[in-house]
């Protein structure tokens, strides 16, 4: 590994689980946990609240899970400097004002959907497309500085949004060139995202990737580089978001996947901007 490791994270799940299964975040059985942060010199962690496109009461689940784990981030004896998001546009319930009580959170970044529908538009396993609600809250998205994440939308809402968005990301997705999944980005989905200099979190989900994790990851940098992106290629791991593959299912495995892109012929100069410097850029920002 080289001499410095810096690793910004643009999504894991880690807030949601330690809420639902009552685990602190210091010590648990999570793949995220404090004890990360002896890992790297310097780490960023964006930690997604997960709000269900048919969630009951979805703002009110979101306090209570924000709340929590503010609260276990403040017992724990180390931890790396937190960011917040809400994967889920449900959050609001219709009402654009719940965008000013995010922003005063510090909520960075908003998923308009999961794979579903909900009143902002539709996700990947919708064919619904963004609603005109939808378009008046990433306008006052823009106008609050929170980030636009295209994550999870179909085809018919990404386009819409992408046009909308002043500040658009895709905080964990893939190239759907080297992986046929809808929740992967295909050729104009990326070429959007990165005129707008947006940012690819590369997600760790077999699915979106692949039998072969670290193989399949250098494939998607590389494709990414060959277009020119990679000032835009970051991290976004959905660690605790899923079953990850073996090798890479815990934090501890990032400093393995750095030297593993490192004997890849990656240099650190790169290195850095994939897995630091690029997600820092975007959320100066904000």
């Known amino acids: 590994m080289g001499d410095y ?3 910004f994270d643009l999504h894991c799940d880690t807030a949601y689980e330690c809420y639902v299964k009552s685990q602190e975040f210091y010590v648990n059985q999570l793949v995220v946990n404090g004890k990360g942060t002896d890992l790297f010199d310097e ?3 964006f ?14 689940f979101y306090k209570s899970v924000f709340n929590d784990f503010k609260v276990k981030l403040s017992r724990s004896n180390n931890a790396p400097m937190p960011f917040f998001s809400v994967e889920g546009g449900a959050v609001l319930e219709g009402d ?3 965008l000013y009580i995010l922003k005063n959170d ?4 908003l998923t308009l959907t999961w794979n579903g529908e909900n009143a902002l538009g539709g996700g990947c396993k919708s064919e619904k497309g963004l609603t005109d609600f939808g378009k008046s809250a990433i306008k006052l998205m823009n106008s609050l500085k929170i980030g636009c994440d295209l994550s999870h939308l179909n085809r018919k809402s990404f386009y819409s949004a992408v046009e909308f968005a002043e500040y658009p990301l895709a905080s964990h997705s893939n190239c759907r060139k080297l992986c046929d999944n809808p929740r992967n980005l295909d050729d104009e989905q990326i070429r959007l995202i990165c005129e707008k200099n947006g940012i690819i979190g590369l997600c760790f989900y077999p699915d979106f990737l692949g039998e072969n994790v670290f193989e399949s990851l250098y494939q998607n940098i590389f494709y990414l580089c060959d ?3 990679e000032n835009n290629i970051a991290i976004g791991s959905d660690f605790d978001g899923g079953v990850m ?15 593993f892109l490192s004997r890849k012929g990656l240099n650190t100069a790169l290195l850095d901007k994939i897995f630091y410097k690029n997600a820092y850029n975007y959320i100066a920002k904000l």
């Not at 930690?47 to 009110?60: G, H, L, R, T, Y």
């Open 5 to 7: 490791l810096r690793y």
């Open 47 to 60: 930690f997604a609240i997960w709000v269900k496109d048919d969630k009951e009461n979805p703002f009110s």
């Open 43 to 45: 780490w960023c962690q």
């Open 96 to 98: 654009l004002e719940r």
């Open 106 to 109: 510090g909520i960075k970044l």
């Open 245 to 259: 593959n073996e090798q890479l299912d815990k934090v501890e495995k990032i400093p393995v996947l750095y030297d």
């Open 227 to 229: 277009k020119g992106y």
